[in-house]
């Protein structure tokens, strides 16, 4: 089965989010913000700003020994969820998140992830991580591994991986997927082996997902609009999690004062008239 993006078309909330005025993209926004009013006066506030009772229970469940990934597993939530709240990066979560972290045992079941589990997982997040430019020597140490055996893994993936090598994996990962690494080298030898980035996975999902083949995306090229969406969307994603402008700038190929630019306007929500400057 081949996965294609849905380009964004006039009449939808995504086209007027991106700087259309076209009257059917406002009219899409309206209507959507209209049944967002309706559903916080029905239901309450979708988002939860008093975070500390959640960033208890990811340190609680942190201290047990229990990865990010697993924390996830258990509560039904994205990876990132725990991530985020332990490193004091979210500033809400969404309502359902907070129900389904609520939901968890008050004391920490026993750690999961022992035995043999499948490597999925743990290859695509050690080739992303590879693709960013980080080294097999750097990795190892991390998954209390040594490099020639982390290099068998990604290179010739066996029928399964140690649990506790894919929680090591899954945790390490949470942590540098931000971080480019040092190495130019794998940067050039992950692209020319198809390995995509991590942006690619948070982008497309399916990391852990056996069944699901990245050869068979078709990724369509973007145009100009879409390009500038996508790169604004990114510079506000990269900047939440503190990276420096001058990475920001070379991830996505752009000027530094281009991105200097933009955060400011992000920052300050007051978005530059460009053919007014010109």
Request: aromatic share 6%; hydrophobic share 30%; glycine share 6%.
């Given at each position: 089965m081949t996965t294609t993006r849905t380009p964004i078309q006039h009449g939808e909330r995504r086209c007027y989010l991106r700087g259309c005025q076209r009257d059917e993209c406002a009219e899409a926004n309206r209507r959507y913000c209209?049944?967002?009013?309706?559903?916080?006066y029905v239901s309450g506030p979708r988002r939860v700003d008093n975070l500390q009772p959640y960033t208890s229970i990811v340190t609680r469940y942190l201290n047990h020994g229990w990865s990010y990934a697993q924390i996830a597993n258990l509560a039904g939530c994205?990876?990132?969820?725990?991530?985020?709240?332990?490193?004091?990066i979210s500033k809400r979560i969404n309502q359902k998140t907070a129900e389904q972290l609520a939901t968890l045992p008050t004391t920490p079941p026993p750690v999961p992830g022992?035995?043999?589990?499948?490597?999925?997982?743990?290859v695509r997040r050690g080739q992303a991580l590879y693709r960013i430019g980080h080294?097999?020597?750097?990795?190892?140490?991390?998954?209390?591994?040594?490099?020639?055996?982390?290099?068998r893994t990604l290179n010739r993936p066996a029928a399964y991986v140690?649990?506790?090598?894919?929680?090591?994996?899954?945790?390490?990962?949470?942590?540098?997927?931000?971080?480019?690494?040092?190495?130019?080298?794998?940067?050039?030898r992950a692209e020319a082996r198809g390995w995509p980035d991590p942006t690619w996975w948070e982008d497309m999902g399916h990391i852990d997902d056996?069944?699901?083949?990245?050869?068979?995306?078709?990724?369509?090229?973007?145009?100009?609009?879409e390009l500038a969406a996508y790169r604004r969307d990114e510079i506000?994603?990269?900047?939440?999690?503190?990276?420096?402008?001058?990475?920001?700038?070379?991830?996505?190929?752009?000027?530094?004062?281009?991105?200097?630019?933009?955060?400011?306007e992000l920052e300050s929500g007051q978005r530059r008239d460009r053919k007014q400057a010109a």
């Open positions: 209209k049944r967002y009013r309706t559903t916080v994205c990876e990132t969820v725990p991530f985020n709240l332990h490193k004091g022992h035995g043999f589990v499948d490597p999925t997982g743990t080294t097999l020597r750097g990795m190892a140490p991390e998954l209390d591994i040594d490099p020639d055996s982390l290099s140690y649990g506790s090598t894919a929680a090591a994996m899954t945790d390490l990962y949470n942590r540098w997927q931000n971080t480019p690494g040092p190495s130019t080298a794998n940067r050039n056996p069944t699901f083949d990245p050869r068979t995306v078709v990724e369509r090229p973007m145009n100009r609009l506000d994603r990269l900047n939440d999690y503190r990276i420096p402008d001058h990475e920001i700038a070379d991830r996505l190929g752009m000027g530094i004062t281009t991105v200097r630019s933009i955060i400011a």
